[in-house]
């Protein structure tokens, strides 16, 4: 593909909640790989920082590269029914992280 091509791809973004502060991107991209069966899905991960202190907030932005990535993730998650259901779950360092669509800014 053409880096055009690239560009018009549409992405699926989510936010992942609830991680551990001490949460590392390749951490994070190594669990939501695993969910959506394969790490080039995986396109950008933000964590969010504190601006004062630099410490995390607990959740990043994760875009993924297709709809049905994000689906697959959703379902790992238990959020399939948008209500964060206990079927399922997707787990960092001993925590159940949560995973919702963001919304378009």
């Not at 936010?15 to 790989?33: C, F, G, K, T």
């Not at 993730?73 to 360092?93: N, T, Y």
């Amino acid at each position: 593909k053409s880096e055009a091509a690239e560009a018009r791809q549409p992405r699926a973004a989510s936010i992942v909640a609830n991680l551990p502060y001490a949460a590392q991107e390749s951490q994070v991209r190594d669990v939501v790989a695993a969910a959506c069966g394969d790490a080039t899905l995986v396109q950008d991960i933000n964590i969010v920082v504190d601006r004062d202190t630099g410490r995390s907030k607990g959740f990043a932005f994760v875009d993924l590269a297709s709809e049905a990535a994000l689906e697959a993730v959703l379902s790992a998650a238990g959020a399939g029914d948008g209500h964060g259901s206990s079927r399922g779950g997707m787990e960092l360092a001993g925590r159940r992280i949560a995973v919702q669509r963001a919304r378009a800014r």
